[in-house]
């Protein structure tokens, strides 16, 4: 009895969370099935989209699923494993976020009968494990290759993969114009792995069409002095001076100690500064460079200096931009003036300054090692650009793995109904329980192709009845949801394509993430730390009320 009783005593602290066994592994699946019911709508091109504004008063409207699990700042902890998978999707191949999140919602759901009738969770892991497998293979038996196409082919084979992902954003009545932007912006960066060479900029105003595609770099004005105007604006074929270091009259008098035995002497100080700057400058006219741009300031003196012998000059340029700059014009960034040699110089065909709706912009366009693209994005609101900006990345994202594997699946649920329709064959080849868990891996599947339908108001059953025939009469493994007229399509044939690798992706981390749900069958939750860390917030609380609260209390003695 007393042994019994003992960890009790350690753990039943006051705020200790003791639940265990089979009822916390069902209150963990419905924690997830209700942060998957939160995505649930904003899959597909009907999907909608959420608006999440925190305590900061920021507002953002986005359809992108990790975005949506970043911001939702889920706190339980079962349900942050969701989060993860959304963010792992992400960042491994760019789309399929929402998918991976309602997979694995679905995967849970179903499995929950099982578990409530008294299943053990590793029977279901161990089920579910071999179905993912079996799911993954058949994908990649099911792939097309693009490969060995021409570069016209492969170009519109890959906007058709970015057109399929921008569908379901807020850009998606411009898809083919901003999948065509992004194809030719991946290919120009070649094979470079280093995602930052395609920026993407926006200025607020004018129309998403204004958006253009720079094949090169581009950045908004930096801050400028007097004399900036009386520089040209525009060159052919300059050579470009990138530097790390400041172009700024020095008054060493601030931050150095001087003793002086005679006032005449002072003047030889004032000299002094002036000289080591115009050296400097000095020897950036020498090096013949046309444009200098510097990560630290350039200041008035510099910038007239400059003016007056036709030298466009920038300071504070980011550092990201410097180096997209240094990239492809091949220059080099330079830390001193000293001996710069032709080599470090970088160089374009292009230079120019060009007004972009309220912004001026720095374009450099025409470089020769070309490894850079930057898209100016151009549309209303701010929330509207930055939702434009992560919907684009997403695309990026596509083409890029697209580039790579070059294998493609039919989307709009039409892979998803035939993994569910070849599991299910499968099962009935085994014998046992596990044939009931595969099927119901199988049916999980299918909320893919029925939340398309329900998002786009249409009978899912019914299109799902419809899918399902089709789909096991075995030549209409392409059909998915046809989401203009509500019927079937097939989905390979309408050019609704996604790279396999993101189903792959999702196929895997949804199922490891449910098992890994199923696995956890109690959560100890520390009171100790627990109160530490509510003491901390306590007293950071305090630290910053500490007036009102104080006075507070006095008022309260006194009425006593
Ligand atoms: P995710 O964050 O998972 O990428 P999306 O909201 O982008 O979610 O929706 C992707 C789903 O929408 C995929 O299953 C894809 O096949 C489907 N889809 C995209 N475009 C179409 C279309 N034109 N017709 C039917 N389904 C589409
Ligand atoms: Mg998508």
């Not at 020095?250 to 030889?268: G, V, W």
């Not at 749900?517 to 306590?538: F, H, M, W």
């Amino acid at each position: 009895m007393a042994a019994m009783l003992q960890p009790q005593i350690i753990l039943l602290k006051e705020g200790t969370d003791t639940a265990q066994g089979k009822a916390q592994v069902v209150s963990n699946i419905n924690a997830c099935t209700t942060v998957a019911d939160t995505v649930r709508t904003t899959l597909g091109p009907r999907g909608m989209d959420k608006l999440i504004h925190d305590d900061k008063g920021n507002t953002t409207i986005s359809n992108d699923g990790a975005t949506i699990m970043k911001l939702l700042d889920i706190v339980h902890p079962a349900a942050k494993i969701l989060v993860d998978i959304a963010k792992s999707q992400d960042s491994e191949v760019g789309d399929g976020t929402t998918t991976v999140v309602l997979l694995a919602g679905e995967f849970l759901k179903e499995a929950k009968p099982f578990i409530e009738d008294g299943v053990h969770p590793q029977n279901l892991i161990r089920s579910y494990r071999t179905a993912s497998y079996l799911a993954i293979n058949k994908i990649k038996e099911l792939a097309v290759s693009i490969e060995g196409k021409s570069l016209e082919e492969k170009k519109a084979l890959l906007a058709k993969c970015a057109a399929t992902t921008l569908s379901s954003k807020l850009i998606g009545g411009e898809k083919e114009f901003f999948a065509s932007m992004v194809v030719d912006a991946v290919l120009a960066i070649g094979d470079d792995d280093r995602l930052n060479l395609i920026g993407i900029k926006k200025v607020p105003g004018g129309n998403m069409r204004d958006s253009f595609l720079v094949n090169g770099v581009a950045f908004k004005k930096t801050f400028s002095y007097a004399g900036f105007e009386q520089q040209p604006k525009k060159f052919v074929k300059p050579k470009i001076l990138l530097l790390n270091i400041e172009l700024e009259l020095k008054s060493e008098k601030e931050n150095a100690e001087i003793r002086l035995s005679d006032p005449a002497q002072y003047q030889s100080i004032v000299d002094a500064e002036w000289n080591i700057i115009y050296d400097k400058l000095d020897k950036c006219v020498q090096t013949g460079a046309k444009i200098v741009l510097s990560r630290l300031a350039i200041g008035d003196l510099a910038t007239q200096y400059f003016a007056d012998r036709d030298i466009f000059c920038a300071g504070r340029v980011t550092e990201e931009d410097l180096h997209r700059v240094a990239a492809a014009t091949g220059g080099t960034v330079q830390t001193s003036v000293n001996n710069v040699i032709d080599e470090v110089l970088g160089s374009c065909e292009l230079f120019e300054e060009k007004q972009v709706g309220n912004e001026r912009f720095n374009i450099f366009s025409g470089c020769p090692s070309g490894q850079t693209a930057t898209i100016v994005l151009r549309g209303g609101a701010d929330q509207f650009i930055d939702e434009a900006e992560r919907s684009l990345h997403d695309a990026i994202m596509i083409v890029r793995r697209a580039v790579k594997n070059s294998t493609v699946v039919a989307g709009g649920g039409a892979i998803d109904m035939e993994i569910s329709r070849f599991l299910r064959q499968h099962a009935r080849t085994i014998a046992g329980k596990s044939q009931l868990f595969i099927n119901s891996y199988a049916k999980a599947l299918e909320v893919i192709p029925r939340q398309l339908c329900d998002n786009a108001g249409f009978d899912a059953t019914d299109v799902l009845n419809k899918l399902r025939q089709k789909h096991a009469s075995g030549e209409g493994a392409n059909y998915g949801v046809d989401i203009n007229t509500g019927g079937i399509a097939d989905s390979f044939a309408n050019f609704v394509w996604e790279p396999s690798v993101v189903k792959i992706n999702a196929i895997n981390a949804a199922t490891e993430a449910a098992c890994l749900i199923l696995s956890v069958d109690e959560t100890v939750k520390n009171p100790k730390s627990e109160s530490a860390q509510g003491e901390a917030a306590a007293s950071a609380m305090a630290g910053r009320g500490r007036g009102p609260v104080m006075r507070g209390r006095g008022r309260g003695m006194r009425r006593r």
